[in-house]
């Protein structure tokens, strides 16, 4: 039967959730160029002023390095009048005095602009780091802030591959880009000035080149964008991939599943193959035919120089300084081409952040929410004790809109009452404990604790409320006590310990290497997964909370660690509100009330005594584990 019991009043009653927030496909990108180029220029335009001290500096030291060859080409001309003077005897040599100290002045040029270099440099590798940084920050916000339903469609492999190769790819690309397209731009208007103020026959036959090079950038960049694009896309897939496989590895190979995952892995990995050698081998074509172009251009000039000079037009030094500069000509449009590969690279991985760093996030905190009183300090009307009862009051869910799994439940739970919530798999048990700690929103109705709706409360606080011990447990790469202390950070050794063997755990924790001290692994493997659960229990035992969740928490452990267990659990629960989640019934026996779920619903409830004089599903449920035990007899 349904459960339409009529909820209590609800005190300061907040808008209504919508189920999990949607988000985009696994893969699925803007591929916006220019307008993530955008969005990459004003997320950097914080670091303004000191992007300009760049800018100054690399022109400063582009001109100097300018200047060289026109000063170089004063030498030449007057080695060159001093041998014409020796040919024609009119007893003037080389003035050696004057050439040194055209090249000291040279050498001075050379040295001012690595100075300035050098400078910029370093000023662009520290914003640089700041600006990687911050986005690393950011996103590690923002995965704080992403609701669950994201995580629910998306691999660890792809989140992690956001703040890993994403970033590392703007980096490594942004230092280099950034003073590349100001010393490149500053070069190319610099030569063109030098080259023009020697001779402007011989300076418009070497434009020629850039309408010529400009085309052949366009047609590369214009292909080779998607391809990029599709390289970073399926890099995250390949990380994630493996990310899923490698840390499921026992599972794999006891099911035989390495062909399957192979299979996988080759289908990411010749999708990332393509892409990449396709990327890469049109940015390869940059170098050699802008080679060819700039030497096509060499030669014209060449021919059109030593005609001016037979005809008297320009000086031999001039030529000799031209010849330079039509070399250094080439060179940023070089630096331009490559540049553009860069930024297409850069371009992909900026995508994927911003789009991740854009995400909808989690229904944001009201302004005056409630926050609970864990102080002595009387109740105020935001700041109030908490007592411990819950109400369920018509509450419907689906994780999409368009699917609803748990309908219309109500149900009311008072202050310390142990509450067994029951039934077959994929009947929302689980699911209304997210809901209870509101890791989702309801669709329709609402959730009470001591009468105030949940979404009133500021999340961390309303979390503060509970301790949780899941069928799944999480101990990360840290020492037994600090695992433990996890619970409450402030715990002292003294309390850590006490919780320890509350929990039944002192006793193994002592006979281990270092104790309370020793390491677990990454994966925590090096305790056995009975272990685990004894130290998630013991963590929830420290936290001291008003209501506690028990998600089949005794799962791993044998039975006669359970009995011991469930006595612990027992003195814990007394005066705290329980939820308990329970596929072996004969664990919940003692239960102050036991909710029956069945496709969502409150199908029946009571005791374990009345239910089963009932004689309903309940009493089948029950009966069942040990029909399944006769027949394995």
Not at 444 to 469: H, K, P, Q, T
Request: aromatic share 10%.
């Amino acid at each position: 039967m349904k459960n339409q019991k009529s909820a209590p009043p609800i005190k300061h009653r907040g808008p209504m959730g919508h189920g999990p927030n949607a988000v985009m496909q696994r893969g699925e990108k803007a591929k916006d160029f220019k307008g993530t180029i955008r969005k990459l220029i004003k997320y950097i335009g914080k670091y303004h002023l000191a992007l300009i001290v760049v800018f100054l500096f690399a022109i400063a030291s582009t001109v100097f390095a300018i200047i060289g060859p026109k000063v170089l080409g004063n030498a030449t001309n007057e080695i060159f009048s001093g041998l014409m003077n020796q040919i024609a005897g009119t007893g003037e040599g080389i003035d050696f005095s004057k050439i040194a100290g055209t090249l000291l002045t040279l050498v001075a040029l050379y040295v001012m602009s690595a100075f300035f270099s050098y400078i910029q440099g370093w000023i662009m590798s520290g914003i640089s780091m700041k600006v990687t940084y911050r986005m690393r920050k950011e996103i590690e916000a923002k995965i704080q802030n992403l609701p669950l339903g994201y995580y629910d469609t998306t691999t660890t492999g792809e989140v992690l591959s956001h703040i890993t190769n994403d970033v590392d790819t703007i980096a490594q690309s942004f230092n280099q880009s950034i003073t590349q397209i100001i010393t490149s731009i500053t070069t190319l208007i610099g030569i063109l000035i030098m080259m023009f103020s020697i001779s402007w026959q011989m300076s418009l036959v070497s434009l020629c080149i850039i309408p010529i090079a400009g085309i052949f950038i366009a047609f590369i960049v214009s292909h080779s964008q998607k391809y990029f694009s599709s390289q970073q896309e399926y890099l995250g897939h390949v990380n994630g991939h493996i990310e899923e496989m490698y840390g499921s590895h026992i599972v794999v190979k006891a099911f035989n599943g390495e062909k399957k995952s192979k299979e996988q892995f080759s289908d990411y990995n010749e999708n990332l193959y393509g892409s990449a050698w396709k990327s890469q081998f049109l940015s390869s074509l940059m170098m050699p035919v802008m080679q060819f172009i700039g030497n096509a251009g060499y030669v014209a000039v060449c021919i059109l120089g030593g005609y001016l000079a037979i005809n008297g037009t320009v000086s031999l030094g001039d030529i000799q300084a031209f010849m330079q500069y039509v070399r250094q000509f080439t060179q940023p449009l070089t630096q331009v081409a490559n540049i553009s590969n860069v930024l297409q690279s850069t371009a992909a991985a900026a995508e994927r952040v911003f789009h991740f760093l854009e995400l909808p996030e989690e229904v944001p905190e009201s302004e005056h929410a409630i926050t609970v009183n864990h102080t002595d300090k009387p109740d105020t009307d935001l700041n109030i004790h908490i007592n411990g009862s819950v109400q369920f009051a018509h509450v419907h869910f689906g994780y999409t809109p368009d699917k609803i799994i748990i309908n219309d439940f109500s149900a009311t739970v008072s202050p310390g009452q142990k509450v067994a919530i029951v039934g077959p798999t994929g009947a929302g048990k689980t699911t209304m404990i997210k809901l209870l700690m509101r890791f989702y929103d309801v669709n329709e109705g609402a959730i009470l604790v001591d009468g105030y709706d949940i979404r009133d409360f500021n999340r961390s606080d309303l979390r503060s409320l509970f301790g949780m011990v899941l069928q799944d447990t999480w101990l990360y790469n840290a020492s037994i006590a600090d695992n433990i202390r996890y619970g409450r950070h402030d715990a002292t050794d003294e309390e850590v310990i006490t919780a320890a063997k509350a929990a039944q755990v002192d006793h193994f924790v002592r006979t281990l290497p270092d104790g309370y001290q020793m390491i677990l692994n990454e994966e925590a493997s090096n305790i056995s997964q009975g272990q685990k659960q004894l130290l998630t229990i013991a963590r929830a035992i420290l936290a001291d909370p008003q209501i506690l969740i028990l998600d089949e928490a005794t799962s791993s452990v044998d039975t006669r660690t359970e009995i011991s267990i469930q006595k612990a659990m027992d003195h814990l629960m007394e005066g705290r509100t329980s939820f308990i989640i329970a596929h072996r019934l004969s664990t919940i026996r003692n239960a102050d009330m036991i909710l029956v779920m069945k496709d969502g619903d409150i199908v029946e409830k009571g005791k374990h005594e009345e239910l089963l004089q009932k004689g309903g599903f309940y009493a089948n449920l029950y009966n069942s584990q040990f029909d399944f035990c006769d027949v394995d007899n």
